[in-house]
T-cell receptor, first 113, second 111 residues
Framework: EPEVTQTPSHQVTQMGQEVILRCVPI?????FYWYRQILGQKVEFLVS????????KSEIFDDQFSVERPDGSNFTLKIRSTKLEDSAMYFC???????????FGPGTRLLVL | LAKTTQPVSMDSYEGQEVNITCSHN???????ITWYQQFPSQGPRFIIQ???TKVTNEVASLFIPADRKSSTLSLPRVSLSDTAVYYC????????????FGKGTRLHILP
């Protein structure tokens, strides 16, 4: 069964450093998403991406965040200058079309020190 | 997206059937009901989706009464590995909508 993959599984970084989280969505999917979950809290939407542009973004997704689909398979989330409060699990998701059946990756656990 | 209300937590024992009910009083005509499951330290996983009456798959059943103002996710004969958070979501799925997760129901299966 096709699945969304994410790398790395864990990332530790120093405050102020840039991080890039990588995702490979399911191959025939057209809609891509990033969510995050701070430990013990709800899963929060960050951004949706379709047709090589951002469809929607949340208040969390400020100028420090960016997304890119550099080639036909990868979907990346970049945090330019990490803050302590960026520590969270980051989940990538994809869907075949705009609908609520999104398929999530296993997540990247980001720890900012 | 319609607002949903579900229990904060539930406990059950292995081998039992577990029913988690979700209220969605302001569900719209075009809205579907979708349930996701999230194991600790993993991403949410789609379980089941329905519009009305009953839907069954290899994982669960979803019961939706005629007025569609609530729905019940039924997990038959649970095991310890069914311990997870279960999210009820309601939306029409016609746009590339973000998923707004609530706190879900934390299901704890006891031996």
């Amino acid at each position: 069964e096709p699945e969304v993959t994410q790398t790395p599984s864990h990332q530790v970084t120093q405050m102020g450093q840039e991080v890039i989280l990588r995702c490979v969505p399911i191959s025939n999917h057209l809609y891509f998403y990033w969510y995050r979950q701070i430990l013990g809290q709800k899963v929060e939407f960050l951004v949706s991406f379709y047709n090589n542009e951002i469809s929607e973004k949340s208040e969390i997704f400020d100028d420090q965040f960016s997304v890119e689909r550099p080639d036909g398979s990868n979907f990346t989330l970049k945090i330019r200058s990490t803050k302590l409060e960026d520590s969270a699990m980051y989940f990538c998701a994809s869907s075949a079309r705009g609908q609520e059946t999104q398929y999530f990756g296993p997540g990247t656990r980001l720890l900012v020190l | 997206l319609a607002k949903t209300t579900q229990p904060v937590s539930m406990d059950s024992y292995e081998g039992q059937e577990v029913n988690i009910t979700c209220s969605h009083n302001n569900i719209a005509t075009n809205d579907y009901i979708t349930w996701y499951q999230q194991f600790p330290s993993q991403g949410p996983r789609f379980i089941i989706q329905g519009y009305k009456t009953k839907v069954t798959n290899e994982v669960a059943s979803l019961f939706i009464p005629a007025d569609r103002k609530s729905s019940t996710l039924s997990l038959p004969r649970v095991s310890l590995s069914d311990t997870a958070v279960y999210y009820c979501l309601v939306g029409d799925g016609t746009r590339d909508d973000k998923i707004i997760f609530g706190k879900g129901t934390r299901l704890h299966i006891l031996p």
